[in-house]
Structure formats: structure tokens, C-alpha cells
């Protein structure tokens, strides 16, 4: 229910009250009340003067009752609004389109098929706020209020009856009964009343009121029961026990007919099928739209509340309608004495026997249906449990979540008749979907809380779920936290370790991974999964792996608490273990495992870490556990709590075991601009390393690491003559990278090709294609621009087959750079590929792309060029190192080309203030910051011979984009360019 736009909602259903674009509103008038409440009462039909003033002043009118009541109409509009009340020569009326108050709301809710859902019934419940009327003086308007919302809540009850009767007969009969102790006479209740004890199974119990009504009536008013009465006494009289099955709501939500297939097909093969899957994903559902869809004669037995053995005997008998399943003891002749016996005497030909909810005596269940089948071979049977039943030639047919677009369309339709005006954000849907794991249940409950909380508000409250998630009422689908419980409370101990184990990771967990923990066996997995609390998913590696919905780890953690010290302290020390053999695989050349497995279980480690950081597992964790956020970094661009872990890490190390740890915190600090933190890192990682023995490549980083600046190129140079190839190879690629910053492009190729030569020696195939892919580079640097594409599109073609999706992109995009003047159809191909595959990624080779295409569209669309361009500055940012200042100075001249002069001017004198510190940086890039100096010196009509072009030929300035040429001239010392930019 709610009102759209602005229209004020006048409260009925208690004391009077307004809400006002989302504010409730005082009256504290009582005539300004009651003329609310006479034109909500007639709304949306106008009422004359006449009438608003008899009702407004009923004891004595004013001496000019016009004046006064245009008085109360004004007081009235300053509540609701000006626009709010329209006055005619009719009289007065509200002129929302909406219904006016919440009880015509729920009037015209109640004549929907939405208040027959429980969910629907029991929101409606909830708009009562108190008795109505109570602030009203007696009267007309008084009395039309009271006898209006009667009549609303009596509907209300009445559907509330009829949506439970199948469920719980008895439960509503006894409610009548007790209401009609008040009321013997209202034939209308009796009959209620009689229809409910026929539902229940009791026609005799129907027969006995109809025989008090009657007489009632004949003595009270010398008169017969009505035909509503009469037609219920004749039910009762043709009573028999016909199977019956509830119906699925109008707007079923099985998509297409998948579901149903499958499970007409399990039933043309096997006479026992099972439908499985968690609570609430809609197991009934499916069943109970299979009999609407197929029609068979059926019997469906309600098992939710059974709970002992002897509970399934008053199920059948409901079910079959009958009071009870006659006992043999005191029986004249045979009787069926068990409920399977019962259902098998009992039930027609070919009848289709449901069992819904057997989760809780699957035991009791399994004998039902041995007894059915072992007396009755026509007779097929339908089980739903969250269980299998283990029976032999049992058919499962799995109840998944809802796919993405059938659970934003069932959410959608929800929210709409919650509140016809809810905004729906297809992000914020999407997100909630995918966050309730497409559990039908509890999207239906996220969308009840839309009648008080915005969309955005439910979904950032999830992390709360169990709490936001219910609905006042009782019944095991009110609440999801209920439906989550009910199949904990049937896992034993060794269940509830095994999902506590699996809790802990925050993606599929591989059944390796998870039988390393003490207590886990495969028994507790396989237990784990029969309760459907748990999925088995088989990769494409073949191996196993047990995935949770976030609703089920979430409630787990929850009641196992993430403070129990040695289950997080296993998890980190599965966690060190892994990350420390994959560590020593990447070193062996096992990239492609490695990555995957990497790929797959970054979030688990990242997890661990945090867990470490907070206490868990053995000291020097945190230490051990912070290389994962090298791989982070890797695949994201970055991870916000590097520096907060490195200052961890520094604390925690405590052996050599921890060098890698620390050598990546003193990396991790030294990038961050943190100086001292960095020192104290460095000083750490030095104690640890002395005496230790390290793998070679890992002494040379933290030899790296430790050593003063002098010290770098000497120890590069003598590692790039060490007799360990693996060795060289890093050292040369080290050597190739600062010889490419300092402007010194033929030492740069000359160390990429020794780095390639070494690395094929150790056949480790990611040292081979870094080594190609820094060859590449060093020809691209020469203007070898042929070579380099060569070299490139090898070395992407590899970074793609080891997996390593994010660094092939990279270099295609190097690689359309080198094409741009040869081949500019195939480098506008390598781009669009590029920008496919990275989507919205903020990564520096991003922003390049844009760029390059921006330089392609130079020529024939300038202004496309230009907003290329200008997507690329976008990605980058301010100019922050040497690449960033090299694509704005790019920028400028492609500005400058396409004939916005002062725009690149402006840009050009931004540019040249950011390159006066940029070049104080420790390790300039002088090729990208001579590319920058140089297209300032072309938007801003420089001489060739003047000093910052002249220092910027020095500098080699790089040329990947034709758009920046300053052509021949002098050249400068290449670090001629930092002096003058100082």
C-alpha cells in the first residue's frame, strides 16, 4: 500500500493521523479531524458543505457555518498541502488519485488476490495501528468508520482462514468456534465454521453446529438456517474423503517449463522421486505446480509439522479426510493401523501421493513408502525434503535458485504490490538477487521490508539479513533465519564442524582444502550435503569443490562465532601452507597451476590474512600470509589495507621463514611513499635474512631491498654474472627496466635480449615471456617498431596461455602501439579487444588504450578524438608519475591537432607545473617525461633548437603516439631534461 508522489495518507486504522511526503503530520484539532476523516471516508466523491458542516459541528452550528468551514478547509490544506483539497459547487473533496487513507488501501487491497499470500495477510495485519474511531466524537462519521474497518478486518480474518485451512483446519476451526461463542446466531460464521471442521476431517463435529444453529434459530426468531448454511449442512452430508492438494499461487515463478519437465520425467522413470534443495527455494512450489499443470488424482500429505513418528499418522488422516487412522485394537473388521497401510487402502487408482517436508523423519518417511509400494504398485510418490531419503530407486531431482532474471522479476512484482511506488534500481535489484542467493523465500521477505526501508537501505542492511529478513507471524516461512535453523538443527555435531570449516572461506572450498581440517571427513561433507545446506560443484579440473550461499555462511558464522581461536587458527595455518607451496611452485615454473589456483583461492588467503592480523594463528602469520596481496595488486591494480598489514607484518615476523613477507612489506611501503615505515621494514628484513638460506632469485630481491642506492647497480652487475640462469634472468630484466628509465635504450634491448637468453635456459615459462615482452619494449624504444610488434604479440599470446589474462592485455595494447603507423586496421582491432576484456578497470594500460585510440580518430573525427581523449585523462587521473604525465602531454597534442589551441595550451601549462616535481621523483622516467616536455614544446610553438626540446630529444623521449614529434634538432645531456625541469 502507499500513496505516489506527493499525496498526503490519512491513517484510519487507529488514531487519526497524516503522513505528508514521508512525515507523519500532527491534527490536533478535533474539528480539523473530523473534516479529515468525513473526506477520506468519502473519497474519491466530493461531500457538500451542508453535510461537512452537520458532521464537523453536530452539537450547534456557527453563526456563518460557511466561513467556518472554509476556515477548517484552509487549516486543513496548510497540513496536506495547498493543491490537496478541491473545492466545486459539489462540495469538497481530496484530489490524490491514490486511495486516500490506509483503509481504503486496504480495501482495495483485500479485493486483490495479494492478500492471500501469508506474506500478503500478514503485512495487511500490520496496518492496523489501534481501535479506530477512539478520537472521533460520536456519530454518523464516527460510526461509518468503525462499521468500515469491521468490515475490512472481518475480510481480513477471513482470508487469513481460508489461506491456513489447508495447513491447519483444525487450528482454524477452533478459532471460529471461539469467535462464535459471541455470535451463535451469525449464520455466516457457522458456516465458516462447519466448512473448517470438514476440512479438518470431522463431519460429524459440522453435522452438531448445524443442529445447535438450528435450533438457535428456531427459538430466538422462529425461522430456518440460510442457504449459505444449508449448503455447508449438505457437505457435510455428502462428506467423503477426497484427496486434495493446495494450490500454487497465480503468479507461479518456475520459469519456462524446465522444471517441470524434469520432474514429469523422474516420475515416467522412477514411482519415487524426491525433491531437494534448502528452505525456501520453492520445493512445494515446483510440486504443487506440477499437479495444477498435470492434474492428477492426488494426495498431499503436510509433514512440516510432524515431528515424532506418530505425527505422520494425523497428517495421512488430514490428508485423506479423516478424523483419524482407526487403531486394529478397536476395530470390527480389518482397518489400516499405519499410515502408509492407510494412504494404500485408501487412495484411487494411479493417485499421486505428495509428502512435503519430510526433512525432519526421513526415517518414518522411508517406511511410508515401503509400505505404499509394497501394496500398491499404481501408486507413484512425491517427496519434498532438504534430505534425500536413501531408498532404493529413488529419483533426485534438485530445486536450484532462481536464475538472475526470474529473481529480479519475482523481487519486482513483490515490491509492487507492497508499495506501487517503490524505485527500483536495476543495479541495487541485481545486487540484492545475486546477495540472497536467488532464494525465493528470501527475496519475498527482503520485499516486505520495502513497505518501511528503500531499496538501497535493504541492501545495505544485508550484512544483518537475519534480522532484517521476517515478518511478524508464525509458521516456518516467516523468518529466514527459521528456515536456516531447521536444517541446522538436524546436522549432529560432526555436521555442524564441517559447515563450520566451510564457512570460513568466502568462495568454493576444494574437498583437499577442506578434509585438512581436523574433524572433517568426507561422512560430515556428504552429511553437509544431503541437508542442502551445502552444493557440490565439480570443476573443470575434475576435482571436487562444496560451495555455501552467503545466507548459509552467514548464519553459520553466526552460531559458531568467528572468535573461536582454533578454528581460525587452522584456517591460517591452512592458509600459510598453501600460499608458501605455491610460492615454491612459482619458483619450480608451475605458472599455470599456480595462477589458477591463485586465481581461485586469492580471497580464501586474503581471508586468512585478515584472521591472522586479528590474533589467530602462530606468530609470524601475518608475515607469511602478506605476499597474497602481491597477487591482489596483480589482478586489481591494488589492495586499500597493503600498508595496514606491512606495519602488521613488520611486528609479526619472526624467522627466515618470513623474508618473502617482509621483502614485499618494504616494497609495499617504499611504493606508498612511507619512508620511515619503509626503514624500519628494511632494517627488520635485513635481521631476518642474515644466515638464512634463501632461494637465490629471493636473496637477490632482499639483497636489493636491504642495500643503500649506491650499492643497486653493483649488485645487479654481479648478479647478471652469476652462474644461476634464473638469476640472471631477473637481474637483466632489472637492468633492461632502469636502462629504459634512464634514457638508455640500446643498453635497455641488449639486457631484454640477455634476460630472454637466460630465462630460455631455465625454461620458466613466465621468465621466458617477461624477458620477450621487455624485448619488445627495448625495439619500441629504438623505433624498431616492426621488431617490437613481433616480439609483443608473442609475448602476449604467452602471458595469455599461462592465465594471465591482465598482462596479455597489457601488452597488446604495447603491441597496437607498435602497429599504429603500419597497420592502423589491426592496431584499432588489438585495442577494441583490449578495452573488452578490461571493461571499467582503472589500470594505467587503460587509459593508453583510449589514448591510442584517440590518436587513430585524430584525423578523420577530430572532436571523437578529443572525448577519446579525454575518457583516457579520465582513467589516469592528475598526472602523478611519468606514464601519466606522458598520456596528458598526449593529450595536449592531440588538442592541438585537432584545432582546440587553447584548450591545449591550458593543458600544456598545467602539465608543465606537474613536471617540475614529478622530476624530483627517486626514479624518473626520463623517456614519458621527455614525450611530456616535448608535446609542451609543440602546443606552446617552442623552437627546435630551444632547451626543453633540445632536453628532451636528450631524454629519448618516447614515440609511440606520431601525435608527438618535435623532429630533428639538438639534443641535450638525457639528464639535461631533469636540470631544467627543477
Not at 102 to 116: G, I, N, Q, V
Not at 212 to 221: D, K, M, Q, S, V
Not at 597 to 607: G, M, P, V
Amino acid at each position: 500500500m502507499g500513496v505516489s508522489g506527493s499525496n498526503p495518507l490519512v491513517g484510519l486504522l487507529g488514531p487519526v493521523t497524516v503522513v505528508v511526503d514521508g512525515r507523519p503530520e500532527p491534527i490536533t484539532s478535533g474539528r480539523t479531524r473530523t473534516l479529515l476523516v468525513t473526506l477520506a471516508l468519502a473519497h474519491p466523491h466530493p461531500v457538500g458543505s451542508a453535510r461537512l458542516i452537520e458532521a464537523v459541528w453536530p452539537e450547534r452550528a456557527p453563526q456563518n457555518p460557511a466561513g467556518a468551514l472554509q476556515t477548517q478547509v484552509s487549516r486543513l490544506r496548510r497540513i496536506l498541502g495547498p493543491d490537496s483539497i478541491a473545492g466545486s459547487a459539489a462540495g469538497y473533496r481530496l484530489t490524490t488519485d491514490s486511495p486516500a487513507s490506509d483503509l481504503a488501501a486496504a480495501e482495495e487491497f483485500l479485493r486483490t488476490d495479494a492478500a492471500d499470500d501469508a506474506a500478503g495477510a500478514t503485512l495487511l495485519r500490520s496496518w492496523w495501528r489501534g481501535e479506530p474511531g477512539t478520537d472521533l466524537p460520536a456519530g454518523d462519521i464516527r460510526d461509518e468508520l468503525i462499521e468500515r474497518s469491521d468490515r475490512a478486518a472481518h475480510a481480513l480474518r477471513e482470508r487469513d482462514w481460508h489461506g491456513r485451512l489447508a495447513r491447519e483446519p483444525g487450528r482454524v476451526a477452533a478459532e471460529i468456534a471461539e469467535l462464535r461463542s459471541a455470535a451463535s446466531l451469525d449464520e455466516h460464521l457457522a458456516a465458516l465454521h462447519m466448512r473448517a471442521l470438514l476440512q479438518a476431517g470431522d463431519p460429524n463435529a459440522a453435522l452438531a453446529v448445524h443442529a445447535e444453529l438450528a435450533a438457535g434459530l428456531a427459538n430466538a426468531l422462529g425461522t430456518d438456517p440460510g442457504p449459505e448454511v444449508a449448503a455447508a449442512h449438505s457437505a457435510a452430508l455428502a462428506y467423503s474423503p477426497l484427496p486434495h492438494t493446495p494450490a500454487p499461487p497465480a503468479d507461479a515463478y518456475v520459469t519456462g517449463t524446465a522444471a517441470l519437465e524434469e520432474l514429469t520425467a523422474a516420475l515416467a522413470a522412477s514411482a519415487v522421486v524426491t525433491v531437494t534443495g534448502p528452505g525456501g527455494i520453492g520445493k512445494t512450489r515446483l510440486v504443487t505446480e506440477y499437479i495444477a499443470a498435470q492434474q492428477p488424482t492426488n494426495i498431499f500429505v503436510d509433514l512440516s509439522a510432524a515431528r515424532q513418528a506418530d505425527d505422520t499418522l494425523a497428517a495421512v488422516a488430514v490428508a485423506l479426510g479423516r478424523g483419524a487412522v482407526p487403531d486394529r485394537s478397536v476395530s470390527l473388521r480389518p482397518q489400516p493401523h499405519t499410515a502408509g497401510a492407510a494412504v494404500a487402502q485408501l487412495a484411487p487408482p494411479d493417485t499421486v501421493v505428495v509428502l512435503d517436508t519430510c526433512e525432519h523423519l526421513p526415517g518414518a518417511v522411508a517406511d511410508i513408502i515401503a509400505e505404499i509400494r509394497s501394496r500398491r504398485s499404481d501408486i507413484r510418490v512425491i517427496a519434498t525434503s532438504r534430505t534425500p531419503l536413501d531408498l532404493a530407486g529413488e529419483h533426485l531431482v534438485a530445486v536450484g535458485p532462481l536464475p538472475g532474471p526470474a529473481a529480479a522479476d519475482l523481487l519486482t512484482r513483490r515490491a509492487r504490490r507492497v508499495r506501487g511506488d517503490v524505485r527500483l534500481d536495476p543495479a541495487l535489484v541485481t545486487e540484492l538477487c545475486t546477495r540472497l542467493d536467488g532464494s525465493p523465500l528470501a527475496l519475498e521477505l527482503a520485499a516486505a521490508q520495502l513497505r518501511y526501508l528503500s531499496l538501497a537501505d535493504i541492501v545495505g542492511r544485508l550484512d544483518a539479513r537475519f534480522g532484517l529478513l521476517a515478518v511478524p507471524g508464525e509458521g516456518r516461512h516467516h523468518a529466514l533465519a527459521d528456515v536456516v535453523a531447521a536444517s541446522w538443527d538436524l546436522l549432529d555435531d560432526r555436521g555442524r564442524r564441517v559447515l563450520a570449516v566451510l564457512a570460513l572461506f568466502p568462495g568454493d572450498v576444494r574437498i583437499h582444502d577442506a578434509l585438512t581440517f581436523d574433524r572433517v571427513t568426507v561422512e560430515g561433507l556428504a552429511q553437509v550435503c544431503d541437508h542442502s545446506l551445502a552444493t557440490v560443484i565439480e570443476g573443470d579440473d575434475g576435482l571436487t569443490r562444496y560451495r555455501l550461499t552467503e545466507t548459509v555462511r552467514d548464519f553459520t558464522r553466526t552460531r559458531t562465532g568467528r572468535d573461536e581461536d582454533a578454528l581460525d587458527g587452522e584456517f591460517v595455518c591452512w592458509a600459510v601452507d598453501l600460499l608458501e607451496s605455491l610460492g615454491a611452485g612459482l619458483l619450480a615454473g608451475e605458472v599455470v597451476g599456480v595462477v589458477a589456483r591463485l586465481d581461485e583461492s586469492s580471497d580464501a588467503l586474503l581471508a586468512a590474512l585478515h584472521a591472522a592480523a586479528d590474533g589467530h594463528g602462530p606468530q609470524g602469520s601475518v608475515a607469511r600470509l602478506l605476499p597474497v596481496i602481491t597477487w591482489r595488486v596483480i589482478r586489481t591494480g591494488g589492495y586499500p589495507d597493503a600498508e595496514r598489514f606491512a606495519l602488521a607484518a613488520i611486528d609479526d615476523a619472526t624467522g627466515s621463514e618470513c623474508c618473502v613477507g617482509i621483502a614485499c612489506a618494504t616494497a609495499y611501503l617504499i611504493l606508498l611513499i612511507q619512508p620511515r615505515a619503509a626503514a624500519r621494514a628494511r632494517a627488520r628484513l635485513r635481521r631476518l635474512a642474515a644466515g638464512a638460506t634463501l632461494p637465490p632469485v629471493i636473496a637477490l630481491i632482499v639483497h636489493l631491498l636491504t642495500a643503500s642506492p649506491s650499492d643497486f647497480t653493483r649488485i645487479v652487475t654481479r648478479a647478471a654474472r652469476s652462474r644461476d640462469p634464473m638469476v640472471v634472468a631477473v637481474a637483466e630484466i632489472i637492468r633492461s627496466d632502469s636502462a629504459e628509465f634512464l634514457a638508455v635504450p640500446t643498453l635497455s634491448r641488449r639486457a631484454a635480449l640477455r634476460a630472454l637468453v637466460a630465462a630460455e635456459r631455465t625454461r620458466h615459462p613466465w621468465l621466458v615471456t617477461t624477458g620477450r615482452h621487455r624485448l619488445g619494449r627495448g625495439h619500441a624504444l629504438l623505433g624498431d617498431h616492426a621488431g617490437a610488434a613481433v616480439h609483443l604479440g608473442r609475448a602476449a599470446a604467452d602471458y595469455a596461455a599461462l592465465g594471465l589474462a591482465e598482462d596479455a592485455c597489457q601488452v597488446r595494447v604495447h603491441q597496437a602501439l607498435a602497429v599504429l603507423r603500419s597497420d592502423p586496421d589491426l592496431a584499432g582491432e588489438l585495442l577494441d579487444s583490449c578495452l573488452r576484456e578490461a571493461g571499467d578497470s582503472g589500470r594505467a594500460y587503460v587509459a593508453t588504450a583510449h589514448m591510442a585510440r584517440a590518436q587513430l580518430r585524430a584525423a578523420a573525427d577530430p572532436s571523437g578524438a578529443r572525448r577519446t581523449a579525454d575518457t583516457a585523462i579520465a582513467v589516469i587521473g592528475p598526472p602523478h608519475d611519468g606514464h601519466s604525465a606522458y598520456l596528458h602531454g598526449v593529450r595536449a597534442a592531440i588538442l592541438f591537432v585537432t584545432g582546440a589551441d587553447t584548450e591545449a595550451r591550458l593543458a600544456a601549462e598545467g602539465l608543465r607545473v606537474a613536471l617540475g616535481w614529478l622530476a624530483m621523483m627517486p626514479t624518473p622516467n626520463l623517456p614519458a617525461l621527455g614525450a611530456a616536455a616535448a608535446a609542451i614544446g609543440m602546443v606552446t610553438g617552442l623552437d627546435a633548437d630551444d632547451p626543453l626540446l633540445a632536453a628532451a630529444r636528450g631524454a629519448r623521449y618516447r614515440r609511440d603516439f606520431p601525435v608527438v614529434d618535435i623532429g630533428p634538432g639538438p639534443a641535450s645531456h638525457r639528464t639535461a631534461l631533469l636540470s631544467l625541469l627543477h
